[in-house]
């Protein structure tokens, strides 16, 4: 628990020690106040729908660039044949990492949590689908930031990791899309299943299905699993 609390805290250091944190925090927080604005005037309504919706896809591009640098940056500096030959459990490397990202990605989350309190003072938004809604983009910021990182694995060049990681994260945001032009029943089901956005609409309405969860979970699980399944293998090289 101390190596992976120690990895933890050294990534969140290293990304508040460079300006790349406080760029994307600002440019998060910039496009949160255009899509809360676009929803008031496109609605009408005391209600953050377009804001959140909006920014589930924006998370698509955020989190591979904020990731990008987790191992391919040690890959490229040389300090990763160092951290994987000290006496570091690896699952607490990975899982230090993994969660680095995601605290840096619920804190960019927890600054627009201004946007319901300006509603609650001119309107009555609901509340128990506010949180729901919250908690659905925490859950999507834990299985991107897992892709992110085992795309971060595959090479040593930073952007080609970021770029790895968006090209990762796309067809899940368009299977449902995909499903629809399909007309084979199983292949529509599976490509519904698999889809990211169906099982986030749950989120945004206010209902918590488990069946939703074990969505994000497994998708969570199973990339940092992929990640550190690759940095097993580059140990015994």
């Known amino acids: 628990m101390s190596a992976l609390l120690a990895i933890t805290r050294k990534e969140l250091t290293s990304y508040?020690?460079?300006?790349?944190?406080?760029?994307?925090?600002?440019a998060f927080l910039f496009l949160s106040g255009v899509f809360f604005l676009l929803g008031l005037t496109m609605t009408g309504e005391a209600s953050l729908r377009v804001m959140l919706s909006n920014?589930?896809?924006t998370l698509v591009f955020v989190i591979p660039?904020?990731?990008?640098?987790?191992f391919a940056g040690e890959k490229r500096t040389g300090t990763l044949e160092m951290l994987l030959t000290a006496p570091v459990p690896l699952h607490a490397l990975v899982i230090g990492k993994w969660l680095a990202a995601v605290i840096l990605c619920t804190l960019m989350l927890a600054g627009t949590v201004v946007f319901p309190l300006v509603l609650s003072i001119y309107g009555n938004p609901d509340w128990?689908?506010?949180f729901t809604s919250y908690l659905g983009l925490i859950c999507v910021v834990s299985g991107f930031s897992a892709a992110g990182l085992f795309a971060s694995t595959l090479t040593e060049d930073?952007?080609?990791a970021g770029m790895i990681g968006i090209v990762l994260l796309l067809p899940f945001w368009l299977f449902g899309s995909f499903a629809a032009l399909t007309k084979s029943t199983w292949l529509?089901?599976?490509?519904?299943?698999?889809?990211?956005?169906?099982?986030?609409?749950?989120?945004?309405?206010g209902i918590?299905?488990?069946a939703d969860l074990a969505y994000f979970a497994i998708f969570t699980v199973s990339f940092l699993f992929l990640t550190w399944?690759?940095?097993?293998?580059r140990r015994w090289r």
């Open 128 to 130: 128990g689908v506010l």
């Open 188 to 205: 529509r089901q599976t490509l519904e299943h698999a889809a990211l956005l169906p099982h986030l609409k749950s989120f945004s309405r």
């Open 229 to 233: 399944r690759a940095m097993e293998s």
């Open 55 to 57: 920014l589930a896809v």
């Open 208 to 210: 918590l299905d488990t």
């Open 158 to 160: 930073s952007v080609a």
């Open 65 to 70: 660039l904020l990731t990008m640098q987790l």
């Open 16 to 26: 508040f020690v460079s300006p790349l944190a406080y760029v994307f925090l600002s």
